[in-house]
């Protein structure tokens, strides 16, 4: 886990405020280094959009995901191109229906989309025939560190039915769209076992398909630790297993197959860190509460996925030694919502967790909120975006203020 120094942490709280993230270029970069083996790294910007972490992708040489038209624009101002420039697209967007301004831009930008639905494949294949298209499968099985982030199987929404892979391929030849890949992210948070049943099943589907393919996509999904002495994913590994599957995808169709990867969390989890004071120490019966200055509006995985981010302390200006003794807490929110608690279960159980004594003025640092952290904020209790700031080769940039009151209302026309 990357961690910033606690001089720089306080050094930035007493420039910027709290809540306040702080992301870590060099440990982006360490990650992108470590699946470089792919052909393509194709970065699921979900995870951690800000226009300036886009631009440290595009100087890597990663290309992107979209998943919206404000993801097309994001990537497109963080310098990425749209349209057929060359046969890899640097912009691929992943849906699995398409809102009206979204399928009018994806016809005007010519952007290669990566299809969840047949009736995506008949709305583009009527309005742009020719346009290059994925095959996104769903294969009747998924995984996820929560079910929320499974998107396999019948439960799940994501994909085309594999046994609908024929029909699919028809209004592909119907349109004249032009496949480029078959592409299959079953869930976030890889798990070996089904790994090779995600493999197999890709290399089936592909021989199975009648139509030609330049590529086929792994999807994304590599989880990394977020909890002390979990295990680290073999990113090594991870890639022979794929290439395995597209040797066997190349002897198929006699031809090389692009194989490209989605990541999302793996690229930018444990760059970032959320910053946050301690306001209030209280006791509630049994439970011992620290309340600090961000909620699940700012980081809301916990409230949402009983996401576990490991929590330090950094003490303020109450004398004490810290680390003597820990005590049983319970770390929550500013929010009127009794769910605002950064320490429970999936099914809202408040958990304890052993921290040092906390006082009023100390920071907490949550780590491992790189990716599906400021992305997932809201502005829900009317609280401001939390600022955030990228540390690079020992300086420091504002890479997003703090929203302003003014901002938040200004949609209202007051
Ligand atoms: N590709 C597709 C089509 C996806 O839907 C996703 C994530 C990814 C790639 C990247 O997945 P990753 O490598 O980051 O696991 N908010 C949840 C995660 C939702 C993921 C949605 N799709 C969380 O905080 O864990």
Not at 98 to 118: Q, T
Not at 179 to 193: A, F
Not at 342 to 361: I, N, S, W, Y
């Amino acid at each position: 886990m990357t961690i910033p120094s606690n001089d720089t942490l306080t050094t930035l709280a007493a420039e910027y405020g709290t809540p306040l993230w702080v992301y870590d270029a060099e440990a982006i970069r360490r990650r992108i280094k470590q699946l470089s083996a792919f052909d393509v790294i194709r970065f699921a910007q979900k995870a951690c959009s800000n226009i300036h972490i886009l631009r440290e992708m595009h100087k890597a040489g990663v290309f992107v995901d979209a998943v919206s038209l404000g993801e097309i624009e994001r990537a497109v101002r963080a310098g990425y191109a749209v349209g057929s420039t060359s046969d890899t697209a640097e912009i691929v967007f992943t849906a699995d229906v398409f809102d009206r301004a979204m399928l009018d831009r994806v016809v005007a930008d010519k952007i290669e989309v990566n299809i969840g639905s047949i009736d995506m494949l008949h709305q583009l294949g009527e309005r742009s025939p020719g346009h290059r298209v994925w095959l996104r499968v769903n294969p009747g099985f998924g995984h996820g560190h929560s079910n929320k982030t499974n998107t396999g199987g019948e439960n799940s929404k994501h994909g085309i039915w594999f046994e609908q892979l024929h029909e699919a391929v028809s209004a592909v030849r119907a349109h004249s769209l032009t496949l480029v890949g078959l592409h299959m992210h079953i869930g976030s948070g890889v798990d070996y076992g089904h790994l090779q049943r995600v493999c197999g099943a890709m290399v089936d589907f592909c021989r199975d398909l009648g139509i030609d393919i330049e590529a086929i996509s792994a999807g994304g999904g590599l989880s990394v630790p977020y909890k002390e002495g979990e295990e680290e994913i073999d990113p090594t590994h991870y890639f022979s297993l794929w290439d395995e599957a597209r040797r066997q995808v190349e002897a198929h169709f006699k031809h090389p197959i692009r194989l490209e990867i989605e990541p999302g969390r793996f690229l930018t989890a444990d760059s970032g860190v959320l910053l946050a004071e301690v306001r209030a120490v209280k006791t509630m019966g049994q439970n011992l509460f620290t309340l600090v200055d961000a909620g699940f509006s700012d980081l809301a995985r916990p409230a949402m996925y009983g996401s576990y981010h490991h929590i330090s302390v950094i003490p303020g200006p109450t004398p004490g030694d810290r680390s003597a003794v820990t005590l049983p807490t319970v770390v929550a929110g500013p929010l009127c919502e009794s769910g605002d608690v950064f320490t429970q279960t999936e099914f809202g159980t408040v958990e304890k967790r052993d921290l040092p004594e906390t006082h009023v003025g100390d920071f907490l640092v949550f780590h491992g909120a790189g990716a599906y952290g400021a992305t997932m904020s809201s502005n829900y209790n009317s609280r401001l975006y939390a600022p955030e700031v990228l540390l690079d080769e020992g300086k420091h940039r504002l890479i997003r203020r703090r929203q302003t009151l003014d901002e938040l209302l200004e949609l209202e026309n007051v």
